[in-house]
């Protein structure tokens, strides 16, 4: 197998052309879930560290083809294997291998802080699925239209919160439970009244607290839809970008295939003397 055919199978390649880089695909998922496994266990069996070892190694595998073929995914020639490994992805496969090194030497222990730095595979789940690779090139694409209505959020979370804590008491007057007795407090209530979740935990008491969670109620209903409706016109625009260029390849390939080819054999004299002659007797 050559480096390039490495490449289209661990990096390009479209999963629906491609059989091999889809089988590879399923299996990385089928390896990652597999890996995160013990995570929903209290207890480790031991099986589970019979596991952790293969998934372990199948990890360090991927990690170092996926090095071997810097060049042809990062494109800057032999700097490319040395930039790698502090490329994002790269980082995200090294932490996700060092867990599992802590069960090889007791050496690693200082690099595994917890038990839940194996949550980190969960993102190498994003590699393989071009679908989510998708959603998230459009919210690269769209950064700066969230980032706005990000700070909107955010302020106005902010600005709720100074007025819930500096208007409404510290302790409810009926109860003689406390209420909004730090700032942080009223940042979390600000922020699940934001969102409509509303848990009741912490509610207002005065007329003013109660019409703001009436009015930010409202907005936050808004401000939520913002950015699904952004991501979701980007995301079908992305969608049919998409289709259209795997459309415009297949005319290509298809124009190239029914092109006639002239093919010219240098060095044969018969075919001169014949037409030579041929024209001769035309003459």
Not at 154 to 165: N, P, R
């Amino acid at each position: 197998m050559t480096r390039h055919r490495l490449y289209e199978i661990l990096c390009s390649g479209d999963d629906s052309k491609d059989n091999v880089r889809y089988a590879y695909a399923v299996f990385m998922n089928l390896v990652i879930i597999v890996s995160i496994i013990p995570l929903m266990f209290r207890k480790q069996l031991p099986i589970f560290t019979i596991t952790e070892h293969i998934t372990v190694a199948i990890f360090i595998i991927d990690y170092i083809s996926r090095w071997m073929v810097a060049d042809y995914s990062l494109k800057k020639g032999r700097m490319s294997f040395l930039l790698y490994p502090i490329t994002g992805w790269a980082i995200l496969d090294l932490v996700s291998i060092l867990p599992g090194l802590s069960l090889l030497s007791q050496g690693f222990k200082v690099a595994r802080v917890s038990r839940m730095l194996r949550l980190t595979r969960i993102l190498k789940l994003l590699r393989y699925t071009d679908s989510v690779m998708l959603l998230w090139n459009v919210i690269r694409k769209e950064s700066r239209l969230l980032m706005s209505v990000l700070i909107l959020a955010v302020s106005y979370v902010f600005v709720t919160a100074l007025i819930m804590y500096n208007f409404e008491p510290h302790t409810n007057p009926n109860t003689g439970a406390e209420t909004f007795a730090t700032f942080f407090d009223a940042l979390y209530w600000s922020t699940v009244t934001l969102t409509t979740v509303g848990y009741g935990d912490l509610t207002p008491v005065t007329v003013v607290g109660r019409l703001i969670s009436m009015f930010s109620a409202l907005f936050g209903v808004a401000i939520i839809a913002l950015p699904s409706g952004i991501i979701t016109a980007s995301y079908i625009d992305e969608l049919r970008k998409k289709d259209e260029q795997q459309k415009s390849k297949a005319l290509r390939k298809d124009d190239v295939d029914s092109s006639p080819s002239l093919q010219i054999k240098d060095g044969d004299p018969g075919d001169d003397k014949a037409t030579d002659g041929q024209s001769r007797y035309d003459g």
